[in-house]
């Protein structure tokens, strides 16, 4: 159970589980901070505080995704993930409060945006997909009215374009008989035939951007496959941008092109998806690579992570991983950690791991 | 989620508190209305006909001198007493096969829901003046039927908590285990149940209280010159241009009495609670990765 | 529709401490009435753990309540120990389950844990309807119970809501374990659990098995997690046992096209898989490639349930095929288990190629999917 790579000095070591992929080759230099000026959606700084300002439970949060990007946000439930791409989406719950940070979409910003600026973006600019489809859609109405009662409403189109559109948006998302599925109300259609219903009202607008939170966690196994498919397939044919929610690193590392990893409302580590999984550098990105399932299908020791995340919002100097890592040392503990960039545009807030990454530049030149 | 159940929640409406207080004047009035009443019920007065609420009389005279204060007072405990003596017999009849139908079968539920519904298409006060005139006219007897009549609602809503809480997955559990009927409904299934029963006991008083003073109105049951809140209410009627302020009297205790035991039904049902845990909202899977106890209340609203 | 009777998985001599035979299941009534179970063969040793895989509708929860006695097969028997526990009613099947042989976990511990008890009486309701009434005999079991999961007694006061998510599941399984079971089902245990908590339970579940010799059955949707802990796996699809056999060998060489998309399906870090799911599964422009009488019978209810998804399914998959042998102690339910892989090997090869062409051509080649 313990994490015996941070042991080791050289940190800059491939994944065990990836050993036998063809190492990359070389180290580039040390990339620029991440910001970018092309960022579709960027936040910077975010500070969420909860319960009317009791306690901050997203700290300091900056990311950034560009258009066409698929960026992965993964952590457990507490560490904020869901909280910040609801502060994006501007749907906080009661007593949740923008602290301090900046979010900005197409270079609007969006924390004093007016809610017709939000009728303005949703949809037309972000969509979102959640857990539940069935729990979004009216039971008594047809699926098919839903999605052309978007169209009317938000692009005014007629009843017959609507309509038209409507089965042309089914068609795009996989649906199979999309005229016979127009009509069917939402009891009659399976989870995942729902979830590509509630993707088609998402995109309906043609938005820039799709929030995807814990989109296909509740999916069987097959369909979560066809619906991380018809993802991708957006973004090839439009250049849909998707913020992507998941616990799951597994599911994460299969679909984003990068990932950030969060622990107790903070960000450890992000950084290129297939750099993250070759060369996680923070201890807690290794224990979840440990735990998830990593498409091994073999007999193994089955792993854990021990100890619990600190309480939403518990002021920890320092780290706030520390009392969980086998590596933490007294600097771990003495101030605010911040994140450094090691890479290309990977960046990892541990003190160990910067080390250690400094000491494997340096025995490399 | 702190679910709040039991007595000491309730008390914390004001609408509660209130209620509480008249219910508990009123029964102390059943207990002892007889001796606390200030003067004889029955003397008769005939120098001090109709005379308004004053110095002697707090709440005035009738049309036979009598006090109306002391009669109120002394007629709470027959009316009372045989509102829960109707309320007894619902009780009984209707809440036990309530919860048995449940756990009986196709058939008898059947049976037992048709019996419920020809019972609940009778009407009260016939059967009430057939009782007496079988049975001699007596308020005891006159409210046998009533509560035979109070039984199909104990028997309906019982019946619906009760299947309620029969289809829960931990008697499941405890019927894997080799849990009998009896097991499930004394372990799991009573003690969810006794809040509804309370509930509408309470209702059922009230709807009783009314029946009772209804019956007396018209005289069912009665046996004069004994004093009972309807009968009072009768003979303020019939004498109502000598005395126009007189019906309010029993009338506002009658309606009074009726409402607190409402509003404390109302507020016990309220203040219940969620029955079960799984009845919050939220995301379906709900991942926690702590071994140890976590502060779901807060998590929830964060993740 | 009987299936013919499938080659023994267990040798004579291993008498199977529970065996499943031709089950049939229908649930509703009336017009309503669905075959959720057909024909399905199952057998279980003393010490296996048996991962039993299915998606939504494949029956696996309707198997797991059957097999428990909450519903009653059409057709078929259950054999637990020897006796035919379907067949029993009432007081019979009351003390069978007294015994506490056999137990069921329930996948949601919010649902099948009352909120109303401690984890005391809780843990201990099967002790006490075993009929024991000494009251420190009773506790004695249920800390003892608590222990092999890992829990202290410091819970016992405690309702299902003042502990975790992670600790309601194994109190959920302190309880099975209080009667001192010989085989527990486990109705998808770890569903609602993160990564890590899900692994420590399974991790527990083998433990289990090692030191009280239990047999398990874990039912999942999820083949990564059975994988690390399984010895055998049995693939369900739509009613009917599509796969069984020994997890490694399952894996390294899947007989069923079924089995192979589900593996394909699994998200994975690396990404390495040979198949993927879209080449294992027909799509709607290859279907219109059909001739109609071909697909009309793939369709029919008569058809390998498998067949109107299958991406290899032929004139022969207009039956559906019985559950026969392929390997030892492995069995497959498909009539072309030995040449679909060499098929879809074949067609990847081409599609890649085909691919590369478009690719130059900037056009995706996907299709639609139901």
């Given at each position: 159970m313990t994490i015996d790579n941070l042991k080791s000095p050289d940190l800059a070591a491939p994944h065990p589980a990836t050993a036998d992929r063809p190492a990359t080759a070389g180290r580039p230099a040390t990339a620029p901070s991440a910001a970018s000026t092309t960022d579709l959606l960027r936040l910077d700084d975010l500070h969420i505080s909860v319960h009317h300002g009791a306690a901050t439970a997203v700290r300091g949060i900056s990311l950034g995704v560009r258009p066409g990007e698929i960026v992965g946000l993964v952590g457990e439930s507490g560490s904020g993930k869901t909280l910040t791409c609801r502060a994006a989406l501007g749907v906080l719950p009661d007593g949740c409060i923008i602290d301090r940070g900046s979010i900005t979409f197409a270079g609007r910003d969006l924390t004093t945006l007016s809610r017709r600026g939000w009728e303005d973006v949703h949809g037309s600019h972000m969509g979102a997909v959640f857990q539940d489809p069935a729990s979004y859609l009216?039971?008594?109405?047809t699926v098919g009215h839903q999605l052309a009662e978007v169209l009317r409403v938000k692009?005014?189109?007629s009843r017959r374009a609507a309509r038209q559109r409507s089965v042309e948006l089914f068609t795009a998302v996989g649906l199979h008989q999309p005229e016979h599925v127009f009509h069917q109300i939402p009891a009659e259609l399976s989870g995942g035939m729902l979830q590509r219903v509630m993707i088609a009202i998402a995109i309906s607008c043609d938005p820039e951007l799709l929030v995807a939170d814990e989109a296909t966690t509740a999916l069987d196994v097959t369909i979560q496959a066809e619906v991380i498919e018809l993802l991708r397939r957006l973004r090839a044919e439009r250049g849909l941008a998707v913020l992507f929610v998941s616990h799951d690193l597994a599911v994460v590392a299969e679909l984003c092109d990068r990932v950030v990893v969060f622990y107790a409302g903070e960000v450890v580590e992000s950084g290129p998806a297939a750099e993250i999984i070759e060369r996680p550098r923070h201890p807690y990105t290794q224990a979840l690579l440990r735990v998830a399932s990593v498409g091994d299908f073999r007999r193994r020791e089955l792993e854990v992570i021990s100890g619990q995340p600190p309480q939403v919002g518990e002021d920890i100097t320092g780290c706030r991983f520390a009392a969980r890592c086998p590596a933490a040392a007294d600097a771990c503990r003495s101030g605010p950690i911040a994140p450094v960039t090691v890479d290309a545009q990977h960046e990892v807030r541990c003190v160990r791991a910067q080390e250690a990454w400094a000491a494997g530049e340096l025995a490399a030149r | 989620m702190k679910r709040l159940i039991g007595p000491q929640s309730v008390l914390r409406l004001p609408s509660a508190r209130i209620a509480i207080v008249v219910l508990l004047g009123i029964a102390v009035l059943t207990a002892f209305g007889s001796t606390l009443a200030p003067q004889n019920p029955l003397t008769i007065n005939a120098n001090a006909l109709f005379q308004g609420p004053g110095a002697h009389h707090l709440l005035g005279t009738d049309y036979l001198g009598r006090d109306v204060l002391s009669r109120l007072m002394a007629g709470t405990r027959l009316s009372v007493l045989t509102a829960l003596e109707a309320v007894g017999i619902g009780l009984v009849l209707g809440t036990g096969p309530g919860i048995a139908t449940v756990f009986l079968g196709r058939w008898f539920d059947f049976a037992a829901n048709r019996v419920t519904d020809a019972l609940m298409t009778l009407p009260y006060i016939f059967f009430a003046v057939a009782v007496t005139a079988a049975l001699g006219n007596g308020l005891v007897q006159a409210m046998v039927p009533v509560g035979i009549l109070l039984a199909p609602f104990f028997f309906r809503i019982t019946r619906a908590a009760t299947l309620e809480h029969a289809r829960a997955q931990y008697v499941e559990a405890a019927e894997l285990m080799g849990a009998s009927k009896l097991h499930v409904v004394r372990v799991h299934v009573l003690r969810k149940v006794l809040p509804t029963i309370a509930v509408t006991t309470a209702s059922m008083t009230a709807a009783a209280l009314l029946a009772v003073s209804f019956l007396t109105f018209l005289g069912i049951g009665v046996q004069p010159p004994a004093p009972t809140w309807g009968g009072v209410l009768s003979s303020d009627l019939d004498y109502l241009a000598q005395a126009p302020w007189a019906p309010f009297i029993p009338g506002a205790l009658i309606a009074v009495t009726v409402g607190a035991l409402n509003a404390l039904a109302d507020a016990f049902r309220d203040r219940?609670?969620?029955?079960?845990?799984?009845?919050q909202p939220g995301p379906i899977i709900r991942t926690h990765s702590t071994l140890e106890p976590a502060d779901d209340d807060r998590q929830s609203q964060v993740a | 529709m009987t299936a013919p009777a499938p080659a023994p998985l267990i040798s004579p001599q291993d008498a199977p401490l529970l065996a499943v035979e031709s089950l049939d299941v229908i649930l509703g009534r009336g017009w309503r009435a669905t075959q959720v179970l057909s024909g399905v063969d199952l057998a279980i040793g003393p010490g296996e753990i048996v991962g039993l895989v299915g998606e939504t509708g494949s029956g696996k929860t309707t198997l797991a309540r059957t097999v428990a006695g909450l519903v009653s097969p059409a057709g078929g028997r259950v054999v637990f120990e020897g006796t035919t526990i379907s067949a029993l009613r009432r007081g019979a099947r009351r003390a069978e389950r007294r015994r506490g042989h056999l137990q069921l976990v329930f996948q949601d511990p919010l649902r099948s844990l009352d909120p109303d008890m401690t984890v005391a009486g809780i843990v201990g309701e099967g002790v006490r309807l075993q009929g024991e009434t000494d009251g420190s005999e009773i506790r004695r079991r249920v800390v003892a119970a608590l222990g092999q999961v890992g829990l202290d007694d410091s819970l016992l006061p405690r309702t299902p809501a003042q502990i975790s998510g992670g600790q309601r599941q194994r109190v959920a399984i302190a309880r099975a374990l209080a009667t001192e079971p010989r085989l527990l089902i486990c109705d998808e245990p770890v569903s609602a659990l993160d990564a890590s908590n899900r692994n420590y339970i399974l991790r527990l579940l083998d433990q289990l098995r090692t030191s009280l010799g239990l047999s398990i059955v874990i039912i999942s949707h999820d083949l990564s997690s059975l994988a690390g802990i399984a010895d055998r796996i049995v693939v369900l699809y739509r009613g009917r046992i599509v796969e069984d056999g020994p997890v490694d060998q399952v894996f390294a060489a899947p007989r069923h096209p079924y089995t192979a998309l589900l593996m394909a399906s699994a998200p994975s870090v690396r990404h390495d898989r040979e198949l993927s799911p879209q080449q294992l599964t027909r799509t709607v422009a290859e279907a219109v490639a059909l001739p109609e009488d071909l697909l009309a019978g793939l369709g029919g209810p008569d058809a390998c349930v498998f067949a109107p998804r299958c991406a290899f399914a032929a004139a022969p998959c207009a039956t559906q095929p019985p559950l026969v042998p392929a390997g030892e102690r492995r069995s497959v339910a498909c009539h072309r288990h030995d040449e679909w892989m060499t098929l879809a090997r074949e067609r990847a090869a081409a599609r890649t190629s085909d691919r590369n062409g478009d690719r130059s051509r900037g056009r995706t080649t996907e299709g639609q999917l139901a």
């Open positions: 009216n039971p008594s109405i692009l005014g189109l | 219940r609670g969620a029955g079960t845990l799984a009845a | -």
